[in-house]
């Protein structure tokens, strides 16, 4: 069966509690498979993350994103067990990002041992990261294969995708992964484009190429007659629509808690996977 999963980060502010809620209930149209919440490095904001997650639990099944660095065990432990009392089954199991006064004491070795001691405090269902286009830190891309299948190996019954703008990169990265033993379903994630340059940035910092045609595209963004918006729209769901061709039956979108471009690519993917059914 396809289906999506949406991204969002806890809000700071009364009035973007406001938004974000919004924005849930018009992507429950979608009926997603899971809704996730991401969580601050080193635990900041860490009572936004479970509130949040509360909150999105009432319409329908919410994932947790937990990272390590930068947090104590007891922490992890302590935030694990909110989650799981509150009724929360699935985890997005993360190293999170290095900060500049991150501590190099990490509780775990690796993410592997992480996702270990996790399912032995409750039974969770574990989601985790991986990078078609290599992480940054990885010694090699054959290490940031293997680091996956260990995660697999450790438990993780599911991989998100970091975003990509050129399908192809995907593709042979799941063949790459398959070959290497990784089993385990591994869904794209799907970044929509609000603000170019921002989003550059992003890509930048995590090693994601921009194809040229993209930035030809957002280069003649209000010239051409087509605003940034319309422009990312069609982006996206030419991305999605590859992906379902390509036989993809589930995408994850990273909303940046807004609805409008999720939206389009939810519509965007469903549509094509009507027609693959039909073909
Ligand atoms: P791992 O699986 O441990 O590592 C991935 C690869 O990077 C491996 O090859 C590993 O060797 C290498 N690597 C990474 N860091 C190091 C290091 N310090 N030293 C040596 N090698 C290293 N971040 C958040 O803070 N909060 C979130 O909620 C969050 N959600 C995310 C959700 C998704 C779907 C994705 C794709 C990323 C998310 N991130 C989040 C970012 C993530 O924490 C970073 O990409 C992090 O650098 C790697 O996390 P990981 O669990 O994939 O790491």
Redesign the pocket.
């Known amino acids: 069966m396809p289906n999506v999963s949406f991204?969002y980060?806890p809000p700071r502010t009364e009035a973007a509690r406001g938004a974000l809620k919004k924005t849930v209930e018009v992507l429950s149209q979608f009926q997603p498979v899971f809704q996730?919440?991401?969580?601050?490095?080193?635990g900041s904001n860490r009572d936004g993350?479970l509130e949040t997650i509360k909150a999105i639990r009432e319409k329908g099944d919410a994932a947790g994103?937990?990272?390590y660095?930068g947090s104590s065990l007891e922490e992890i432990e302590a935030f694990a067990n909110e989650l799981w009392v509150a009724g929360i089954r699935s985890l997005?199991?993360?190293?999170?990002?290095?900060r500049e006064n991150t501590p190099d004491d990490?509780p775990f070795e690796?993410?592997?041992a992480?996702i270990k001691r996790l399912v032995s405090i409750h039974p969770f269902e574990i989601?985790?990261?991986?990078?078609p286009e290599?992480?940054?830190?990885?010694?090699s891309r054959a290490?940031?294969?293997?680091?996956?299948r260990?995660?697999q190996d450790a438990g993780a019954t599911l991989a998100?995708?970091?975003?990509f703008f050129d399908n192809s990169e995907f593709y042979a990265f799941v063949e790459e992964a398959r070959d290497a033993g990784v089993t385990i379903p591994i869904v794209p994630?799907i970044l929509p484009i609000y603000n170019f340059k921002r989003v550059c940035k992003m890509a930048q910092a995590?090693g994601a190429e921009i194809p040229d045609e993209v930035h030809r595209a957002f280069a003649e963004a209000n010239v051409c007659g087509s605003s940034e918006l319309e422009i990312a729209s069609e982006l996206l769901k030419g991305q999605v629509h590859d992906l379902a061709c390509a036989g993809y039956e589930s995408i994850?979108i990273?909303t940046l808690n807004r609805a409008e471009l999720a939206v389009d690519a939810a519509q965007a993917f469903f549509e094509a996977q009507k027609w693959r059914a039909v073909a």
Do not use: M, W
């Open positions: 991204e980060f996730s919440v991401t969580y601050g490095a080193g993350s994103h937990l990272t660095t997005v199991a993360l190293r999170g990002d290095d990490a690796n993410t592997a992480f989601a985790v990261a991986c990078y290599t992480h940054p830190k990885a010694a290490d940031d294969i293997a680091n996956l260990a995660k998100i995708s970091q975003f994630g995590c994850h990273y």
